[in-house]
């Protein structure tokens, strides 16, 4: 359909503009953004929701390389295998020219244009329309994933540009934002956007399974202003979740992170992926093979290992260790045999039974030289794999945004001073405990909020290092010879390719 055609086409023109490869002949070959404009009928606006529907594969398409940039800077997981940009990145040795860090930029303003496009779509419908409530429902869902891949943005390079069009070469004249303006944009326009969104669950939305809703918007206006240190401005975020009563924790911690884990209660924000029950043939997935072990005997024979670029820090499992975490441990890392001498060699004498390099799903994590753990999060039992299916990780949902992240977050503004109409922080963080069998808390401080959330999340998205650098306890991250300097490496240097054609990056 045209709407789309000129979405995908949106796209291209703003990777050309940002990088530093030719696209004539792909511009020119098959399409031609003028003429399929044109070419547009707006009284059909049955075609918005195609359009959203194109906007979403956008956000599904996440590759490979940019979630590992975004989140192997914390102590709780090390960069593996054969990347030198990922452990560069790891070790605060900073590239400009790593072609990672454009690679990610690209990705994440590529999306960034084709959502900005896709709304400008959405306004010319809307003149049309015989419900043009709808164009502004797709276009606030529009705007929370503008609004997540920004912060991604602002979080790795801090002072960035925000894209006023769709036109990526509106850039060249776009002032750099700071990093806290950059924030304040976005929880501004979360405000914006949560009247106009579904006030359900994702898995009740009917039209798009496990699609944004009001709440999705509160989540990510809480993660904006947590990183501004607007503590109260995340607990009106946070009340807003957890007065809806929408959401419960899993019980379950080890299968949320799996099929059984798909659209669950929990979730507040996941990418959706689907082999559609197929051994063969389409299917839409996240190349987990790049954070998976290199070396298995799976359950089911001629299931395929990963590539082993992602592994577990040693920091992080002996946290878990001391603090006699059971299922959370369990879930959150593979075992090799290497890696268990590994832990009994610094003292880790008294391993729990579960500490093994055999799963409760019967697949067998063999040595490897390039990692000795395997982040259990991001690993697929092979005998959760649909019949025929081989490829590691295959149907697997990208889980972004939790409940119990919302949970802490709360807990953690609270701490600093802000007051909330909904839940104390010793209820929220227990909540949390008693998922993962611990006693309760009472009085609760700001490193047993920071603490609870290391537990929780290692692995994901980078939450912990984030938290560290936000409240200038980067001490854990200088670890393995790492030397972490809060002046310089709080954030990455700009590609090279994009500061020599944005001057304006080249004077920040």
Aim: proline share 5%; glycine share 6%.
């Amino acid at each position: 359909m045209k709407a789309i055609q000129i979405l995908k086409n949106t796209l291209l023109v703003g990777i050309c503009l940002l990088g530093s490869i030719s696209c004539d002949d792909d511009l020119n070959e098959p399409l031609d953004n003028e003429a399929l404009l044109e070419d547009v009928d707006y009284t059909r606006s049955e075609n918005m929701f195609e359009i959203l529907k194109g906007s979403y594969a956008e956000l599904y398409h996440l590759q490979w390389e940019t979630f590992p940039i975004i989140s192997v800077r914390g102590d709780d997981v090390n960069a593996a295998g054969d990347q030198p940009p990922l452990h560069q990145t790891d070790e605060f040795l900073y590239n400009e020219n790593a072609w990672m860090y454009n690679s990610a930029w690209q990705n994440l303003y590529g999306d960034l244009f084709v959502w900005k496009a896709a709304q400008e779509e959405l306004l010319k419908y809307k003149e049309f329309a015989s419900n043009p409530a709808n164009a502004d429902q797709y276009i606030a869902e529009i705007n929370v994933m503008i609004g997540f891949e920004l912060l991604q943005i602002s979080r790795l390079w801090g002072d960035v540009l925000i894209p006023p069009t769709s036109n990526a070469e509106d850039l060249y004249n776009t002032p750099v934002s700071s990093q806290s303006e950059v924030l304040q944009y976005i929880s501004d326009l979360m405000d914006e956007s949560i009247p106009n969104l579904p006030n359900v669950h994702p898995n009740q939305r009917t039209d798009i399974t496990g699609g944004i809703t009001s709440n999705t918007a509160r989540a990510v206006k809480a993660m904006v202003n947590l990183d501004n240190k607007n503590w109260q401005g995340v607990v009106d975020a946070t009340d807003g979740i957890i007065g809806s009563n929408l959401y419960t924790l899993e019980p379950d911690y080890y299968n949320l992170f799996k099929i059984p884990g798909k659209l669950n209660d929990e979730n507040i924000l996941e990418l959706q992926y689907s082999d559609f029950g197929n051994s063969s043939g389409e299917n839409r997935s996240y190349l987990y093979a790049s954070l998976g072990p290199n070396e298995w005997t799976p359950a089911v024979s001629g299931a395929q290992a990963g590539w082993g670029f992602w592994e577990p820090s040693i920091p992080y499992i002996e946290f878990m260790l001391d603090r006699d975490e059971t299922i959370r441990l369990e879930t959150s890392v593979l075992f090799t045999p290497d890696g268990i001498d590994e832990l009994i060699s610094n003292g880790n004498t008294d391993l729990p039974g579960f500490v093994t390099n055999v799963t409760r799903d019967g697949d067998q994590f063999d040595n490897s030289a390039r990692l000795n753990f395997g982040s259990g999060k991001h690993y697929l039992p092979s005998v959760q794999l649909s019949p025929g299916q081989t490829i590691y990780g295959r149907n697997k949902n990208f889980i972004v945004i939790r409940y119990a992240e919302v949970l802490l977050m709360h807990a953690e503004a609270i701490v600093n001073g802000a007051t909330s109409s909904t839940i104390s922080a010793d209820q929220a963080v227990n909540l949390v405990r008693a998922r993962a069998g611990l006693d309760d808390l009472v009085g609760v401080t700001l490193d047993q909020v920071l603490d609870e959330k290391f537990a929780e999340f290692g692995m994901e998205w980078g939450i912990r290092y984030y938290d560290l650098v936000r409240h200038d306890l980067t001490q854990p991250l200088n670890y393995g010879g790492r030397t972490y300097d809060p002046a310089s490496d709080k954030f990455l240097p700009y590609p090279l390719s994009q500061a020599t054609i944005l001057s304006q990056l080249q004077n920040n």
